[in-house]
T-cell receptor
């Protein structure tokens, strides 16, 4: 069973389009994240939700809007796609019980290419 | 603020060579420290972790020791294999904010037969 899954795995689209990436985790975790990984492999946190509440919102253009319908799902919608949005987007989840062993579990990534 | 600094790659080694990837951190509190590995075309996987000073994390022959005095968490392996070729990320988790991870820039390891 896949712990953290993302769809689609690949997304190729034209500039100006709107697209969504979906993420689901079956680990029973209460916190989920979106990261962007650029071509140099640098990972940047974008958003984090805890029990459907937004708790981390880094400096990200307003064109990016996360949505968490329940604590097992976190979707990312991107409006008016730009060339610079091309990257690999990773979803992750973790348990936030206050334990220091709060490792994050990552999905396989969605490679977004904007033409 | 909190941050993680890793040695730049790529690191190229021959099979059975000794590996060290340096990682140092800056944190206001007492973070937990992690090493993640990313194989080509995949997501990140936890490799090992340590939550307090002098703890040693180990897995699959890799080791790293939490050194508070030098604020370091260097990754080591005594004998690398071709299958270890991947990108390695050092990360810290802020104890005051368990929700936030700070990742290093990643170090690519190439192991040649």
């Amino acid at each position: 069973d896949t712990a953290v899954s993302q769809t689609p795995k690949y997304l190729v689209t034209q500039m100006g389009n709107d697209k969504s990436i979906k993420c689901e985790q079956n680990l029973g975790h209460d916190t989920m994240y979106w990261y962007k990984q650029d071509s140099k492999k640098f990972l940047k946190i974008m958003f984090s939700y805890n029990n459907k509440e937004l708790i981390i919102n880094e400096t990200v253009p307003n064109r990016f809007s996360p949505k968490s319908p329940d604590k097992a799902h976190l979707n990312l919608h991107i409006n008016s796609l730009e060339l610079g949005d091309s990257a690999v987007y990773f979803c992750a989840s973790s348990r936030t019980s206050g334990s220091p062993y709060n490792e994050q579990f990552f999905g396989p990534g969605t490679r977004l290419t904007v033409l | 603020g909190d941050s993680v600094t890793q040695m730049e790659g790529p690191v190229t080694l021959s099979e059975e060579a000794f590996l060290t990837i340096n990682c140092t951190y800056t944190a206001t509190g007492y973070p937990s420290l992690f090493w993640y590995v990313q194989y080509p075309g995949e997501g990140l996987q936890l490799l090992l972790k340590a939550t307090k000073a002098d703890d040693k994390g180990s897995n699959k022959g890799f080791e790293a020791t939490y050194r508070k005095e030098t604020t370091s968490f260097h990754l080591e392996k005594g004998s690398v294999q071709v299958s270890d070729s991947a990108v390695y990320f050092c990360a810290l988790s802020d104890r005051n904010n368990f929700n936030k991870f700070y990742f290093g820039s990643g170090t690519k390891l190439n192991v040649k037969p």
